[in-house]
């Protein structure tokens, strides 16, 4: 009995407490390339370079609070400037909006000209992010590390195996939690919400029924710079910052979406959940847990890993490309379009 | 001003640039951009066949690079003993089951649909049969070859044959790979080539620093023997050195820029067949077709053309160039360095330089492949020597002189962002304009 417990704590410290604090991440950054995917209809490149200056303007801003002696005591003091940082980022994107893609709304310019575009702006971005802070690798986290530590858990539950919760992980899952929770309450209970579905669902009947689409594509790109910081914030904290990571983030960040069905804010979440659970499940050394499930005889002499961990990218590309051959419009389609 | 006034203009004023450069810093260093400059030429040519041709954006030209420079080490590094016998044999085993796996998978998978839900699960079960198979026999091959002089080879080596040939390799590869992933992206929404093209690209990447026994990984594949003579021989010759003399420079400066002008030779001339083919394909029959599909898809399939087949052709031929481009890249840095690939700069700079020379015209996306690494290069003395003027009134000392000065490299990022979206939004139609036909 004591084998099976330690075998699912084993599976729950490398796979599932992981596994939802990098999901929670993914999935946020899959909901602001959702949203500007569905109002604005392209695929936003530089979605990953605004998750890496969110992150940076969070992080700037959590030095100088910690320059004034301010804190949150065990929790990260970046969590005190997320706000701060997502304020920055939005006013960004409301500029990039204003100098760049207004035009292209103006000339009713195709998507794939958007997305060029998108790498316009994410040259532009990665070289602020690098102006400011450069490129070397940086610790975003403070406070206390652990919530739980994993020798805290063995002397509590006499396991062999101990299972740790870092903060950020939870901090992570929280605030993925409180910041989903806010944007479902604003697209379906408020009115402003409910003309950015509308607009999204239906272009030409929205603005049949008067919806100001500049307004809609305006709350987009302010709710895609929020979801965008928060989601680079917390990915900072639980790994490092480090600005080219948030580029190879934009492959599962996309998967996600597609996996969700572009467009489609629920299918973003239960993407990155999927992307980010395969990637750990088909990377993990199952080694262990076989050893403990099975008689000693039969151990294995591999690790039992189906991947390397250096493969995680191809993971979520498999997935993807599994959607795009079974069913293109996404798993959780609602639209046909 | 005629067109082709124009284009003679701006190409004579590249020269000019270069020109300046070859007297300002050295005829060396203006030899090495040029030879940079054409290979980025041959890639920007291969993204403008697909976007210019039509209208495919695809963001993977990085991978397709990178599998052309694979080419340069397969075909041309020296042998390594005993690593064949170590573990060819494995390695072809796992990878023969790895195609076996994905023929079979792929074939079950169309005959069964009539069980439903079932076919999945079978599909399932028999590509992670195969895996598990490809992975046992490919394991311990690996560590075999791995185990052979891991300080100098510890892969399976090369062919030895001459490093020419890699060009024509890298070519196939890169079409190979496009294949696959036409195959599963083309025909749906444009955005999806985008990516899967980034995903794939990305992937090539990883299995490049990641795969010791096939290219060393990260510990890079150096000394890739050339195509031209080396300096150290052309020196040691008396009749060469006779030959500097009589041209009144010393032996060393003249050997190493008469190498790099053979390597601007051989560049040339495969710019010049690139460029040359596809202004014919552009001027054929398939030309105004692909033209006809970028411009009105819907038009063309009623015409009866088979547009996604069709697409899946040009994406593989723009692939193939990029592909070539790589492998020569690689003949000329004479190692391959997985590490070196990066996406800003083998990806998303090319379609910098396809968009700002002229989307859609070959001499354009040549224009543009030099233009643009020329200022990629040049930004960054540019950069710092801006940034000193402005912080000259700045105390010595001053942390924020330090920093601008150390950030000063990444100025060419914001000048190339900024360079983009200026030409896209003023001159959407690039420094040398598509030609209405």
């Known amino acids: ?337 | 001003m005629i067109q082709s006034q124009r284009t003679i203009m701006l190409f004579v004023g590249m020269a000019t640039l270069l020109a300046l450069v070859g007297i300002g810093q050295g005829w060396d260093v203006a030899l090495l951009l040029v030879n940079m400059c054409i290979i980025s030429a041959i890639m920007a040519l291969g993204v403008n066949i697909q976007w210019g041709y039509a209208g495919l954006f695809s963001i993977g030209s990085m991978g397709f690079a990178a599998l052309g420079g694979l080419a340069g080490v397969i075909i041309s590094a020296k042998p390594v003993p005993g690593a064949w016998q170590a573990g060819g044999l494995g390695v072809i085993g796992g990878l023969l089951s790895a195609l076996i796996t994905i023929v079979l998978g792929i074939f079950v998978w169309r005959r069964l649909a009539h069980l439903g839900r079932w076919r999945y699960w079978i599909t399932g079960v028999i590509v992670l049969a195969g895996f598990i198979i490809m992975r046992s026999l490919m394991g311990p091959a690996i560590t075999a070859i791995e185990k052979i002089d891991p300080a100098a080879a510890g892969y399976l080596g090369g062919m030895g044959l001459p490093i020419l040939l890699s060009w024509a390799v890298g070519g196939i590869f890169a079409a190979a790979a496009a294949w696959v992933v036409g195959k599963v992206s083309l025909g749906l929404r444009a955005d999806y080539l985008a990516i899967a093209t980034l995903g794939i690209s990305e992937i090539i990447i990883f299995i490049l620093k990641f795969e010791n026994w096939l290219t060393r990984g990260v510990k890079n594949v150096t000394g890739l023997p050339r195509p031209v003579p080396y300096e150290v021989d052309m020196i040691a010759s008396p009749a060469f050195q006779g030959f500097a003399t009589a041209i009144g420079t010393n032996a060393i400066a003249a050997a190493s820029i008469i190498v790099k002008l053979c390597y601007a030779g051989l560049f040339s001339a495969v710019l010049v067949l690139v460029l040359y083919l596809s202004e014919v394909a552009l001027r054929s029959p398939w030309g105004r077709m692909m033209r006809a599909i970028r411009d009105n898809e819907t038009a063309a399939a009623a015409m009866g053309k088979n547009v996604t087949a069709r697409h899946l052709q040009v994406f593989i031929l723009g692939s193939a160039v990029v592909g070539i481009a790589g492998a020569m890249l690689t003949t000329l840095d004479g190692q391959f360095t997985p590490t070196s690939y990066q996406p800003l700069r083998f990806t998303f700079l090319i379609w910098v330089m396809v968009i700002i020379g002229g989307s859609g015209n070959n001499l354009g996306a040549v224009l543009g492949g030099f233009v643009i690494w020329f200022f990629w290069i040049e930004a960054e003395p540019v950069g710092l020597w801006l940034i000193e003027l402005i912080t000259s009134g700045m105390a010595q000392n001053s942390p924020l002189r330090a920093h601008l000065l150390d950030s000063a490299a990444y100025m060419r990022l914001l000048t190339m962002g900024l360079l983009l979206l200026l030409v896209l939004r003023f001159a959407p139609r690039g420094l040398i304009p598509e030609v209405k036909r």
């Not at chain 1, 301010?70 to 970046?78: D, S």
């Not at chain 1, 794939?112 to 992010?129: A, R």
């Not at chain 1, 993990?284 to 008689?295: D, E, M």
């Open chain 1, 1 to 337: 009995m004591a084998d099976v417990l330690n075998a699912l704590v084993l599976i729950a410290n490398f796979i599932i407490v992981p596994g939802f604090a990098y999901g929670s991440q993914l999935a946020l950054g899959a909901l602001g390339v959702t949203l500007v995917f569905g109002v604005l209809r392209f695929s936003n490149i530089a979605h990953g370079e605004t998750m890496a200056l969110g992150a940076m303007f969070t992080m700037l801003i959590s030095w100088w609070l910690q320059s004034m002696g301010i804190g949150l005591g065990p929790l990260p003091t970046a969590l005190l400037a997320l706000p701060f940082g997502i304020a920055a980022s939005m006013c960004l994107c409301l500029i990039t909006d204003r100098a760049v893609y207004r035009y292209y709304r103006r000339v009713k310019a195709s998507p794939v000209i958007y997305i060029i575009v998108s790498v316009g702006v994410m040259f532009i971005y990665n070289g602020l992010v690098r102006f400011i802070v450069g490129p070397a690798d940086r610790v975003m986290v403070d406070g206390q590390r652990f919530i739980m530590k994993a020798k805290d858990f063995k002397t509590a539950t006499g396991l062999d195996e101990g299972l740790a919760i870092k903060t950020s992980q939870a901090v992570s899952v929280v605030c993925a939690v409180i910041a989903v929770a806010m944007l479902f309450w604003f697209l379906n209970r408020t009115r402003t919400g409910k003309s950015m579905r509308a607009y999204s669902n239906n272009e030409d009947l929205a603005l049949l029924s008067g919806i100001n689409p500049e307004r809609v594509v305006l709350i987009t790109w302010l709710l895609a710079a929020a979801l965008a910081t928060v989601a680079g914030t917390l990915y900072g904290i639980d790994k490092s910052f480090q600005p080219f990571v948030y580029m190879q983030l934009l492959l599962p960040i996309f998967a996600a979406a597609i996996v969700g069905g572009f467009g489609n804010p629920l299918g973003a979440i239960a993407g990155g959940f999927v992307i980010a659970f395969s990637e750990l499940v088909v990377t993990f050394a199952y080694k262990r847990v076989v050893a403990y499930l099975l008689p000693e005889s039969l151990e294995p002499a591999g690790l039992v890993q189906l991947l390397s961990t250096d493969y995680k990218i191809a993971v979520s590309f498999t997935i993807l490309v599994i959607v795009l051959l079974i069913k293109p419009t996404g798993l959780f389609a609602q639209r046909t379009t």
